[in-house]
């Protein structure tokens, strides 16, 4: 039987790169895109009309969600996977000595940290139904508090960390159903968060998104019941929470 997975920040970088990865190994996606239009993901759709369904989401709004929930039960009773990869950055050169932008730090929670929070609550009923029960979170390294040696990045490490709380809330949650979640930092990526392309970075996209989907796969025939809820890196390395 197919494979069902819904992909958020599916626009660009490792969000991309995660639909492309599934699309080859044969899974119907759900492709969450924030943008209006996003050539890329057309793209795949031309190529994968059958397998691809894109799905407008602001997962920073409950309507969104909800919308992009009824779009998908329209066309699936069950969701294997998701992937809950949206993300921004927000301000990243503020210090304690510095002024805040409270307004905008709220904005980086609201999308980090809540906006996976209403995708893993809203979709739970469809996860729960298939077999596999497995959700997957795009964490960051900077949401390790053991490991943290920055001195600013303050909504982007806060909301990161709140992430992992979020993460080992929902498995101990799900858990018992035979569901488990799974927390990933990325790696450093070829991505535009920062407003332009990170070119110095060491990973290209596809090479984050297929570390992360061997992660998920060696997982598949593991017991979930028996299984923590980890935090690693896209090559499977534990990071300190």
């Not at 949650?173 to 991505?191: D, E, F, M, Y």
């Not at 920062?194 to 996209?205: C, E, H, S, V």
């Amino acid at each position: 039987m197919t494979k069902t997975a819904f992909v958020t920040g599916a626009d660009r970088g490792v969000g991309l790169g995660l639909v492309k990865g599934l699309l080859a190994q044969g899974y119907d996606v759900f492709a969450g895109q924030y943008a209006e239009e996003v050539p890329a993901v057309q793209a795949l759709k031309d190529e994968y009309a059958k397998q691809l369904q894109i799905v407008r989401l602001d997962i920073a709004s409950d309507e969104s969600v909800a919308m992009a929930f009824k779009a998908c039960v329209e066309r699936t009773e069950k969701l294997d996977l998701l992937i809950n990869n949206g993300a921004i950055l927000g301000e990243i050169s503020a210090t304690v000595l510095d002024t805040f932008n409270y307004a905008e730090m709220l904005e980086v929670f609201n999308v980090n940290t809540l906006g996976s929070l209403r995708m893993s609550q809203t979709f739970m009923p469809l996860l729960i139904k298939s077999d596999s029960k497995f959700l997957v979170n795009i964490s960051s390294e900077a949401g390790s508090i053991g490991d943290c040696f920055r001195e600013s990045w303050y909504a982007y490490c806060m909301s990161k960390a709140a992430l992992n709380m979020q993460s080992k809330l929902i498995h101990n949650g799900i858990k018992s159903q035979g569901g488990r979640v799974l927390v990933v930092h990325p790696g450093w990526v070829q991505t535009f968060m920062q407003g332009k392309l990170d070119a110095a970075a060491a990973l290209t996209p596809e090479q984050s998104a297929e570390g992360i989907l061997k992660l998920v796969e060696a997982r598949l025939g593991q017991s979930a019941e028996e299984a923590d809820c980890e935090y690693v890196d896209y090559a499977g390395n534990a990071l300190n929470w």
